[in-house]
């Protein structure tokens, strides 16, 4: 397969600050980095997660959100339009010309040392309303389709500040994740397409699992 390159990406990793209005602990606040910056199974060195029920650990270990979200997302939420830049919705990566489209299921991508492969969308959720003072961002985000996704770490290494994003392996074409959400958002999708999903080489246990139940679950229910 072709090699296809994108940079510079821009790193990011932070610790726990706790959430206005509540104070929920939260791993949304990042700062860039200048340095490499280790990445193991877990995910980039220093970085840290407020819920590691539903964020973090091996399948969920690095998250990347499009630059180019960004303009859209100011366009639907001018009113947070000042804190619409990269890094703010808790990413660790930030890289511009790569959107969910373009991005299939399984792909593995070199950056610097680190090997990473596509696993699962992020599900956008109510911390990202919070973050921004925008009661509806996390549906805008969902509805729209401007989840970004995880990754897990199949070779851990060094990840360097600005370097080169390289697709590597697409063991799934086709399966984009744009096609997983727009399925995900469907109210009645075809058997057959979540069937077909939910084989996608490299998608996380946990997604394909809940898309063979809901597979079963429509074809008793015709």
């Not at 932070?14 to 200048?34: A, H, S």
């Not at 100011?74 to 990566?93: D, F, H, K, R």
Request: with cysteine; aromatic share 6%.
């Amino acid at each position: 397969m072709s090699r296809e390159h994108w940079e510079p990406v821009t790193v990011f990793t932070g610790g726990l600050k706790p959430l206005p209005p509540e104070g929920q602990m939260t791993g949304m606040y990042k700062v860039r980095r200048d340095t490499p910056v280790f990445c193991d199974i877990e995910g980039l060195r220093g970085d840290a997660q407020g819920d590691r029920r539903v964020h973090g650990g091996p399948d969920k270990a690095v998250h990347l959100y499009p630059a180019d979200h960004y303009t859209r997302l100011a366009e639907l939420m001018p009113m947070a339009s000042n804190l619409l830049l990269p890094g703010v919705l808790g990413e660790n990566l930030s890289v511009s010309g790569l959107v969910e489209s373009d991005v299939c299921i399984g792909d593995v991508f070199a950056l610097g040392d680190a090997r990473l492969q596509v696993s699962q969308p992020r599900r956008p959720c109510w911390k990202i309303s919070h973050r921004l003072g925008v009661d509806a961002a996390s549906r805008l985000v969902a509805d729209n389709g401007l989840t970004g996704w995880y990754f897990r770490v199949l070779h851990p290494g060094d990840i360097p500040p600005d370097g080169a994003l390289e697709l590597v392996e697409r063991p799934s074409p086709g399966m984009t994740l744009a096609r997983l959400w727009a399925l995900e958002q469907s109210h009645r999708p075809s058997v057959e397409e979540v069937n077909t999903l939910a084989e996608a080489i490299g998608l996380a246990t946990q997604w394909a699992q809940r898309l063979k139940n809901r597979a079963d679950w429509l074809a008793r229910n015709v």
